[in-house]
């Protein structure tokens, strides 16, 4: 994987959950915040749950300081979670913009939530965040189709067809 293809992907993910935080902003506060038996609770706890994740892979590859847990009272509003997400996403476009492909085949070694030593080259760390993220967005969008809403679309497609639009 060379270093053009991993910035696309992180352009696709940052695209991806912008559409998202822009739709979930329309929804009233009470249906973000509902409790619909999801693995993260809410439409809320889910995109909390992503940009923690974000976070603490940034973490990992940067080797800044351990993300600290939160809990919904950290970010209660869209907003709180947006300015998170945002301030995760510029530290990341700092990373991503010294990335050579050498650096992505070196390997990462990181010990993980539950407490395991785990080494593999950046370049998978980095797929398997795109991969997480779109998984998470996947439940969002589902959680607004159960709570009668139309979700974004978020599909990689459409990325490739709008970036060509500007291109």
């Known amino acids: 994987m060379t ?23 329309s929804l009233p506060h009470e249906d973000v915040i509902k409790d619909m038996k999801s693995s993260h609770t809410s439409i809320h706890g ?34 709180a979670l ?31 939530v539950a407490g395991q030593k785990t080494t593999l080259p950046l370049w998978q760390s980095v797929l398997h965040v795109v991969d997480h993220s779109t998984y998470h967005r996947g439940q969002v969008v589902a959680l607004f189709r159960q709570l009668g809403h139309t979700p974004p679309s978020t599909g990689m497609a459409l990325f490739f067809r709008e970036v060509a639009k500007i291109a």
């Open 3 to 25: 270093g053009q293809e991993i910035k696309l992907l992180q352009a696709f993910n940052a695209w991806a959950t912008t559409r998202i935080f822009d739709a979930v902003a």
């Open 46 to 79: 889910t995109i909390l749950h992503q940009v923690l994740a974000e976070r603490r892979w940034l973490q990992r590859w940067t080797g800044g300081p351990a993300v600290k847990p939160m809990t919904a009272a950290d970010a209660p509003t869209v907003a």
């Open 82 to 112: 947006r300015r998170l997400w945002e301030q995760t996403g510029y530290d990341g476009a700092k990373f991503f913009s010294t990335l050579t492909d050498q650096k992505l085949q070196a390997p990462l070694t990181y010990t993980d």
